[in-house]
């Protein structure tokens, strides 16, 4: 059963038990994260870009400033790869080979289309309620300047796969008796206590 | 002061106040994470994929079984981007367009070169030490087969860039008496307590 074509070029092959193109899977996986990195081919050659990022249903939004080089040269119907990884923990065998980690990733494939006029305005709710992240609303909304001076591009979740790893280590059976400690060591990421901002204006 | 070339086209140019090119903070970076996103360009396109490395002095080491596709795709000699990105929490400004977050990265250039000889098994000891994360060693280490079946790629820090954002919000003096709630949420990358593999062979 998979949502999203397992067709070639874009299947998982590497490990391929690992992946997995149901669409359950790789929503959950992009709604656990804030940051994608981004591939594509510059003037200067490929680059791989961090971004803020939402998930939209079937596409993943993200933005940045209209001035800026990658906006300028990753236009609508550039080809582009869009990944978000998550490490789960450090897993150690009881041989090197076998040392690995647990993580989450999604690996879209695509080309971007601008995304304008109201869907714009709804994308820019969807980026700010992201990073408001469950507090109250209240922030100024972005003027016609600002929204003019900011592109949205999304790309459609077509060409999509997630691998995953998970669980303990995968040992050779002549390496199970050998006297090393083997295990996994989770990893997550945590939120520390907000840190009010207390900035004020200089008097006067 | 720079140790890094700052000279085009990998200079960072939005927000370039952001931008670092000495070799602590380079390094500093690099040091804390455990997966970079590698992106080159493959016969079907761009793509960006995490993976496991260490820092050796003035390189970043990654590693790979010889059958997978990246790697006969990433041959000596082909043009990559490395980049690795924490992110240091989310950052809530009186305004929508002023939110933003807080990280750390760093972006590098060049074209990998295949890591041989004594210096592969130097290479397999460090990416051994760096996934151990401070246990005592005690682990079978790579035998002739498995060393063969894993090929290790150097990528020389000289095209590299970091670039870092912390504080909190940056707003329009005009937003600052806005009674909405502005400061930064934290986020970090926090170990669990390690989970000791039972796994067993099958009696008999």
């Not at 656990?32 to 939004?61: C, K, Q």
């Not at 909304?141 to 790309?155: F, H, I, M, Q, S």
Request: glycine share 8%.
């Amino acid at each position: 059963m998979s949502d999203y074509p397992t067709t070639r070029p874009y299947r998982v092959r590497q490990a391929a038990n690992r992946g997995s193109y149901d669409r359950e899977t790789v929503h959950a996986i992009l709604d656990a994260g804030y940051v994608a990195h981004i591939a594509f081919v510059t003037r200067s050659g490929p680059v791989a870009l961090p971004m803020f990022y939402v998930r939209d249903g079937e596409s993943v939004l993200f933005h940045g400033s209209r001035g800026a080089r990658f906006m300028k040269e990753l236009t609508p119907g550039t080809d582009m790869c869009f990944t978000v990884t998550h490490l789960d923990g450090l897993v150690l065998a009881r041989s090197a080979f076998h040392h690995s980690m647990n993580y989450r990733s999604v690996m879209a494939h695509g080309k971007p289309e601008l995304v304008c006029g109201p869907e714009k305005d709804r994308a820019m709710a969807l980026f700010t309620a992201r990073v408001r992240d469950g507090r109250p609303d209240g922030e100024r909304p972005p003027n016609a300047k600002e929204l003019k001076a900011t592109d949205v591009l999304r790309l459609p979740l077509v060409e999509v796969a997630a691998k995953v790893r998970s669980g303990g280590p995968l040992d050779d059976e002549e390496d199970m008796s050998l006297p090393v400690w083997a295990g996994v060591i989770p990893m997550q990421v945590t939120f520390g206590e907000a840190v009010r901002d207390v900035a004020a204006l200089p008097e006067g």
